[in-house]
């Protein structure tokens, strides 16, 4: 391993990582900085926890010129993602005053205007930046660098037609950087189409197989939660992680968990930018604590010391198992993930089992008690949002059982057969007589 003083940084830089307590590159680092300083185009494979920020981010700070406009454009997938960016580069670039914003949807663009006025880097989510450029209030044409960071998982979210859409406004004379921890067919044909003569470097993770078990449960879907409860209770676990696919499942195990007395939050895509932020710090700040979230926390997050990844769900392909374990037995230290198996997880584990590089026990059942699940009423509203994007109405008065069941007889709340044959006639007004409404 190269150390830092090798790179031919700024001292600037050298002294960051002094201060930072840095003293050796990782892997993709000491493979990929020189390439980006020498003004390479990079096509990395790199896992998460391998130190890719700090793989792009030296370079990027090292080229950028002050009061020069906006020259670097970093994608990312995920808004916690690009905070968690902007935190990095704030710490990197604390000797050059660069000025870096991040630029994501959920919050207001009136703020983002102003400061694109005078922004050096911009780490932004595809939807917001071709929101801006729509609008007109972001200016691509002097960007020097591209960073496409998490490309695989925005490709999963459906942004490669957007991103796209975002090299095309980029100038053609740039430097190119993509990260991704799979390298798909997608991936190497976006290189071929958008990058010039990438040089291909790939990189392990933090995670050491030696220091990480992997079991599993098989368990009814009745008794998941209580064997969850059980092994939080009786394992030796301090920061741990729990899975679950939705976040309507993340809610109700999350609530339940507190109800028990477990110190627990949530974690998911229907929390605002603020509520995001809380959790996570208050997760770094914790001791002994349970994040209960879907996979937006499994990716490019930087959770350190999980010492227990709870799969509650089992993840659809080996690539998300492996991403979701990935967050523990790192930097040396010893790590364990459990998947509890119920019939509707069948499927899934079965894609991952076939991965010939797991190595997942099966353990027995141990004795634990029974722990109900309470299901709180959901809020009397006309909609809500689906974890996969669709909407879902929700029917207030069922059907005529229901509502008698509400008023005590069977009512009418319209003036019967005129009302509804005025209705045919083409008169917008509605009835709300027998039958149900919405």
């Not at 896992?47 to 670097?72: C, D, H, V, W, Y």
């Not at 902007?86 to 991040?102: E, G, Q, V, W």
């Not at 102003?114 to 002097?142: C, F, M, Q, Y």
């Not at 523990?328 to 230290?333: D, F, S």
Request: charged share 30%; proline share 3%; aromatic share 8%.
């Amino acid at each position: 391993m190269k150390n830092f003083n090798e790179l031919g940084l700024d001292k600037n830089l050298l002294r960051i990582f002094e201060e930072i307590g840095f003293d050796e590159l990782t892997e993709i680092q000491e493979k990929v900085i020189p390439l980006a300083v020498a003004g390479k185009d990079v096509i990395a494979k790199s896992a998460t926890g391998s130190g890719k920020t700090l793989a792009f981010g030296f370079p990027i700070i090292e080229k950028m010129k002050i009061r020069k406009g906006l020259q670097a454009l970093i994608l990312t997938p995920t808004r916690d993602l690009a905070e968690q960016i902007l935190k990095s580069f704030k710490t990197f670039s604390k000797y050059k005053p660069l000025r870096i914003i991040t630029i994501y949807g959920g919050v207001s663009l009136s703020p983002q205007i102003e400061d694109l006025e005078k922004a050096e880097i911009v780490i932004g989510t595809p939807g917001r930046i071709l929101d801006h450029l729509s609008r007109k209030t972001i200016d691509l044409s002097k960007i020097k660098i591209l960073v496409l960071d998490e490309a695989d998982r925005m490709l999963d979210m459906g942004f490669i037609k957007d991103v796209a859409d975002i090299i095309y406004h980029c100038p053609k004379n740039r430097q190119t950087l993509l990260f991704s921890a799979t390298i798909s067919n997608e991936i190497t044909s976006i290189a071929k189409k958008y990058m010039v003569n990438p040089v291909p470097v790939s990189a392990e993770s933090y995670v050491d197989p030696s220091k990480l078990k992997q079991v599993f449960y098989d368990i009814p879907q009745k008794k998941k939660f209580s064997l969850l409860a059980h092994l939080l209770k009786n394992e030796d676990s301090k920061l741990a992680m729990v899975f679950c696919n939705t976040k309507r499942t993340v809610d109700l195990i999350g609530e339940n968990l507190k109800r028990y007395g477990f110190d627990a939050l949530t974690l998911h895509g229907g929390l605002n930018q603020n509520q995001r932020k809380r959790v996570l710090e208050h997760f770094h700040k914790s001791e002994k604590f349970i994040l209960v979230c879907t996979d937006v926390a499994a990716r490019g997050l930087d959770i350190k010391n999980v010492s227990h990844i709870y799969n509650y769900d089992s993840p659809k392909t080996n690539i998300d198992y492996i991403h979701r374990i990935g967050r523990t037995a790192r930097a040396g230290k010893d790590g364990k993930a459990i998947t509890l198996l119920s019939d509707r997880d069948y499927e899934n584990f079965r894609r991952i089992k076939n991965d010939s590089s797991l190595d997942i026990e099966q353990i027995q059942l141990p004795k634990f008690e029974t722990f109900f699940v309470e299901v709180s009423k959901p809020k009397r509203n006309m909609g809500f949002r689906r974890e996969d994007g669709e909407r879902e109405h929700r029917r207030f008065g069922n059907k005529k059982e229901g509502a008698r069941e509400r008023f005590g007889k069977k009512r009418s709340f319209g003036r019967g057969n005129n009302q509804r044959s005025s209705r045919r006639r083409g008169n917008p007004k509605r009835s709300f007589g027998r039958g149900r409404f919405r």
